[in-house]
């Protein structure tokens, strides 16, 4: 077995242009990256833990907006979010290059705050 030891990839063709090949599929390093990730607490509106996020924005009880730090390339991207076990569901909408929209509802609908949810964003930083 090898072992690379680096502080730095880039592409020899273009700098972004890293490839990785997984059996016999190929794709670019930095399609399967995320980001932006955050960890936060919508109750007390305190982020726990985050990279590429700038702020949350706590727009009303159970819905906020994501800043970026860095915007993305594309609006069309993919989006996980998810929240502690005890609430219903999460939903990402609304967004866009520079942040996103979501919000959490418990088990009959109604928004609510919650204390642990978390996000990823995959796709290309502009």
């Given at each position: 077995m090898s072992e690379i030891i680096t502080n730095k990839l880039t592409g020899k063709t273009s700098a972004g242009?890293?490839?990785?090949?997984?059996?016999?599929?190929?794709?670019k390093l930095q399609d399967g990256l995320a980001v932006v990730g955050i960890n936060h607490d919508l109750t007390n509106n305190n982020i726990?833990?985050?990279?590429?996020v700038s702020s949350v924005?706590?727009?009303?009880?159970?819905?906020?907006?994501?800043?970026?730090?860095?915007?993305?390339?594309?609006?069309e991207t993919g989006i996980y979010?998810?929240?502690?076990?005890?609430?219903?569901?999460?939903?990402?909408?609304?967004?866009?290059?520079?942040g996103h929209y979501q919000r959490i509802r418990n088990t009959s609908g109604t928004l609510i705050d919650s204390t642990q949810t978390y996000n990823s964003v995959h796709g290309d930083l502009a």
């Open positions: 242009d890293v490839d990785v090949t997984e059996g016999s599929v190929t794709m726990k833990q985050s990279f590429n924005s706590d727009i009303g009880t159970g819905n906020q907006f994501i800043n970026y730090t860095n915007v993305i390339a594309t609006s979010m998810g929240s502690n076990g005890t609430y219903g569901d999460g939903e990402v909408f609304g967004s866009g290059t520079g």
